[in-house]
């Protein structure tokens, strides 16, 4: 059976459903192939038993307007037929309906329950003759979401964790107790950098050495702070993804951003550390399977699920969240024998659901994973 999944949004995304995407090329008799973002290359040619990989720029793609690099990867597609060709989105975005629109199926399959720079009439009259499914709109997390509405595609057991072919060498690992890794990068959900500096300030003072990841846009504050403060590495802008894999597996804690590298720490840092924003909150931390150690710091909001589109001067969800919030996050998880396996401040926030302005609001109750949030 040849099938095509067309998931062309971010990084992190990718790295998410990578397990999904893996669990589907594994099938006996399955040829998969994928359109993903030229942005994430390095990251799709790590995903196990692929056929091919089609990349196309991610906001690029319109009705009125496709690129010539775009046009001919379409063009190439145009003539392979599909038994089945599979939108892997939620919050759908004009461009994948042009792409779908270029491919020829037998079967064609999407899930979006939420278009993001369409009305929904216009989605809904893109998708006019492909199976749509959606799951139920309670269900929150990504990844739980689309095992859900995959169960009426596919018979087989689908995973939700995680498959990417990077390898690390258990004897090569070199991790210190006292090492911190920190993910500056991140657009919408990114903590101010003056916090980071403050961060790292606080932590050195304890005797922690310090490693720097994150973009190109990041490199120029990791080698101010390598500069001017001693027992700081600077990786920003500097590794690729499958080095910083080497580099993360080292730190004995990481604490990032929402983004896709944190996403890859997630995988392979022993424990992980999100300063969670509002604008996708729990969609995509913590994983529902993950054999590692996840954690997340968190101010609840009543304006929570706004998909990043604030309409606050700042982003109060982010900008709210202190250094001694983190810090405090930090020393909790490091002293393990003061924390419980699954804790939460302020449990009226532990439960939450997705589009909680049609879905009834948080609500009491708690996920299978360790939360802290800042609610003091």
């Known amino acids: ?32 192939d994928l359109v993903t973002c030229e942005a994430s290359k390095e990251i799709a040619t790590q995903i196990p038993g692929l056929h091919s990989v089609s990349y196309v720029s991610r906001d690029q793609i319109s009705f009125l307007n496709i690129g010539d690099a775009d046009k001919q990867v379409l063009q190439r597609l145009l003539k392979i037929k599909y038994d089945k060709a599979i939108v892997l989105r939620r919050f759908i975005r004009q461009s994948t309906f042009v792409i779908m629109n270029y491919v020829h199926a037998k079967e064609k399959f999407c899930f979006w329950q939420y278009p993001s720079n369409v009305s929904t009439a216009v989605a809904e009259e893109e998708s006019m003759g492909w199976t749509h499914i959606q799951g139920n709109e309670r269900t929150l997390h990504e990844l739980e979401y689309y095992r859900d509405v995959l169960q009426n595609v596919f018979e087989f057991d689908l995973s939700l964790k995680p498959s990417l072919g990077f390898s ?16 500056l990068s991140g657009a919408s959900s990114r903590w101010p950098m003056e916090n980071w500096k403050r961060l790292i300030l606080q932590i050195i003072a304890d005797n922690w050495t310090v490693s720097l990841f994150g973009g190109p846009e990041d490199r120029p504050f990791a080698e101010e702070m390598k500069k001017n403060i001693g027992g700081v590495r600077a990786f920003a802008g500097k590794l690729t993804f499958e080095q910083s894999v080497d580099e993360l597996s080292n730190q004995s804690i990481v604490v990032g951003n929402d983004t896709g590298l944190t996403h890859l720490a997630g995988m392979y840092s022993q424990t992980l550390l999100v300063i969670q924003g509002g604008g996708t909150f729990g969609r995509f931390f913590p994983w529902p399977e993950t054999i590692h150690d996840q954690y997340l710091v968190y101010r609840p909001m009543k304006c929570f699920d706004c998909d990043w589109r604030c309409k606050l001067d700042v982003r109060e969800c982010i900008e709210l969240i202190t250094v001694e919030d983190v810090y405090g996050a930090i020393r909790r998880i490091e002293n393990k024998s003061q924390i419980e396996k699954n804790i939460v401040l302020g449990p ?29």
């Open 168 to 183: 690390v060498d258990p004897n090569q690992i070199q991790r210190n107790e006292k090492s911190i890794g920190m993910i």
């Open 348 to 376: 009226w926030a532990g439960a939450y659901q997705l589009a909680w302005k049609r879905g009834g609001g948080i609500q009491n109750g708690l996920r299978s994973t360790i939360t802290i949030d800042c609610t003091h």
């Open 1 to 32: 059976m040849k099938i095509l999944i067309i998931k062309n949004d971010g990084i992190g995304d990718l790295i998410l459903t990578s397990g999904i995407i893996a669990s589907i090329a594994a099938q006996p008799g399955y040829e998969v």
